[in-house]
């Protein structure tokens, strides 16, 4: 992926050594053990806490990978400003992107790096440790920069569903169900989120200075299938448990992020309407 200096986002904050350092040194095996919370928001694994008050500066024009992140993040900008003048004939709220080393404050409340890249719909901003990066290639298999821009593109799909309204919906139900049901909500979330994260690359080859190279696409299906929840659980417990899904399984999530690519639509991302997941 080709991307030029132009889709460099203002919305990026360095927060790298801001956030204190984690016991024993790096994720190592734990990805493996609660990587099902990566590309998503878990409360469960964030202790609560207020709003940090920390201002950071935006990350080194050296950096060249957190100047990748600035630029995938952009491109999200001019793909949803797009979609939100065509669809609803108003503004997109642009989200902050956080760098962080080990952990970090969010509106949410203290996260570590071992939940990997997340978004906290209370400050409507997302989060990410570039390690992850690492840990997605070397030990999950999915490498190259698509897969990267894949992870930011699902976490900004969270954020158009804070926006539009969804995120509060799904909360408010999920309150009101058993667990089972809590979890098959999460679920189409997630997948709903994936599927943001297709259309948001159906459309940024559009955008000026955007090039999708050969292979971009393959390694984005790669990425997604590789955080399915079967596969994870097989990996980390030896058998899967799919009563305890909540982020999707390997096809699901796939499936629904083919779909928003195939479609470039939004209208096509319902997952909450859809009887097969």
Known sequence: MRIGGRWSSGNVRDRRGMGG??????????????VAMVLGVDPGAIVPSGPSGESAPPPAESDEAAQFVARVLGTTEGVWTEIFQEEFGGDYPEPALNLFTGMVQSGCGFAQAAVGPFYCPLDQQVYIDLSFYQDLANQLGAVGDFAQAYVIAHEVGHHVQTVLGISDQVQQQRQAVGQAESNELSVRQELQADCFAGVWANRVAGLPEVAIEPGDIEEALNAASAIGDDRLQLEGQGYVVPESFTHGSSEQRVRWFRRGYDS???????TFAAAQL
């Open 264 to 270: 470039g639509r939004i209208a096509e991302c319902d």
């Open 21 to 34: 350092k984690l016991a024993g040194g790096g994720i190592g095996v734990v990805i493996l053990t609660i």
